[in-house]
């Protein structure tokens, strides 16, 4: 028997909470009048790319990065903001100020800062593409979610 790599173990671990996910979106009761996109429709898709992308991940190779099982002792000397752990921890502080920001703010300007601000703590230094990559794509899903499928989303302070 082989030993798992690191991204087989992920992958395992993913594809059980994907079924999970999927065995609960399955459940998700549809509405009673026909509709083009129903309820049960979003979490289904969700939880069968989810189950699609861990199984790529557990064939995918491991290269010199992606499979390795330790921490790079330089990482670990850097600065301690830097330090992989502290980016574990400045994640998720950010994660939780963004849930209490969603509503005051709003999505768009909620999920802006976030986007623009990991993105710029994890190294990326072109801020304009950074803020206009970032903007797009929660607009994007911004209008899809409030036009096309229906689903109010906090406004905040922006009038729409």
Known sequence: MTKLNTNQWLGV??????????????????????????SDLF?????????????????????????????DDEATR????????????????AIAAYALLLVPLGFVLASGLLCVGLTAYYGYRRHAINVATSLGVVLALYLTMTRVMDVYLPTGVLPF
Not at 51 to 66: D, R, V
């Open 78 to 93: 850097g600065p301690l903001l830097l330090t992989p752990w502290a980016r574990v921890v400045i994640t998720a502080i």
């Open 43 to 71: 979490p289904k898709v969700l939880g069968s790319t989810l189950l699609l992308l861990s199984i790529l991940l557990f064939f995918e190779k491991p290269g010199t990065i992606a499979g390795a099982d330790e921490i």
């Open 13 to 38: 671990i993913l594809a059980l909470v994907a079924a999970a996910y999927l065995a609960m979106a399955w459940q998700v009761p549809t509405f009673p009048l026909p509709r083009p996109v129903d």
